[in-house]
């Protein structure tokens, strides 16, 4: 497709389930990232794919998030033993450029998640 | 400290107005700075890409002080389809350089 595709649109998982979230990015986009939002707050960073290099991990907010992206291109957000304080929208998006330079980021609709 | 600070609002102003938005950034190494603009319940969309010797796109001014870290963005006569949440955004980093978000600065353009 054109544009950045996240799958599913929207995820209802009780407390205590696993749950994985996919992004397709742009074709040829080097960076991916993965952002989290809650109702009424801004973007919060979790990972950061960028090209070949090791993936910048740093807003991973526990050990139950974990994020691969498989041949440069798709990606999938694994939440295990979700907690409902999980509950949010997650955004995948994806840039041409990774590294210092510029780069406007293309967004997914995202993948509402709701923990029972 | 947040990387990225900006005022939650909400702006409530009438149309025809002018508006002007702030954001600081802690990270004096940051090196590439954008607005984005996100209506409810959507997805981020960029507006403009914040250059050090600042950029106009029509109704919107965007600026850069890098001695002082912020940016802002100026919105003149403002419409009410300007309804939306205004992000900023900064790409900075050692080792990476990771686009960090302001929590965004919601604005209601009213009639």
């Known amino acids: 497709g054109a544009g950045v595709s996240q799958s599913p649109s929207n995820k209802v998982t009780e407390k205590g389930k696993d749950v994985e979230l996919r992004c397709d990015p742009i074709?040829?986009?080097?960076?991916l990232y993965w952002y989290r939002q809650s109702l009424g707050q801004g973007l919060e960073f979790l990972i950061y794919?960028?090209?070949?290099?090791?993936?910048?991990k740093s807003g991973l907010p526990s050990d139950r998030f974990s994020a691969e992206r498989t041949g440069g291109s798709v990606s999938t957000l694994t939440i295990q033993r979700t907690q409902q304080e999980d509950s949010a929208v997650y955004l995948c998006?994806?840039?041409?450029?990774?590294?210092?330079?510029?780069?406007?980021?293309?967004f997914g609709e995202g993948s509402r998640l709701t923990v029972l | 400290r947040k990387e990225v600070e900006q005022d939650p609002g909400p702006f409530n102003v009438p149309e025809g107005a002018t508006v002007a938005f702030n954001c600081t950034y802690s990270?004096?190494?940051?090196?590439?700075f954008f607005w984005y603009r996100q209506d409810c319940r959507k997805e981020p969309k960029l507006l403009m890409s914040?250059?050090?010797s600042g950029n106009e796109d029509g109704r919107f001014t965007a600026q850069l002080n890098r001695a002082s870290q912020y940016i802002s963005l100026l919105i003149r006569d403002s419409k009410l389809s300007d309804s939306a949440t205004y992000l900023c955004?900064?790409?900075?980093?050692?080792?990476?350089?990771?686009?960090?978000f302001g929590a965004g600065t919601r604005l209601f353009v009213k009639a």
């Open positions: 998006a994806s840039s041409l450029l990774a590294g210092a330079g510029g780069g406007e980021l293309f």
């Open positions: 074709s040829g986009h080097t960076a």
């Open positions: 794919f960028q090209g070949n290099s090791a993936p910048d």
């Open positions: 990270n004096s190494a940051s090196q590439s």
């Open positions: 914040v250059y050090s």
């Open positions: 955004a900064v790409k900075s980093g050692t080792g990476g350089f990771k686009t960090i």
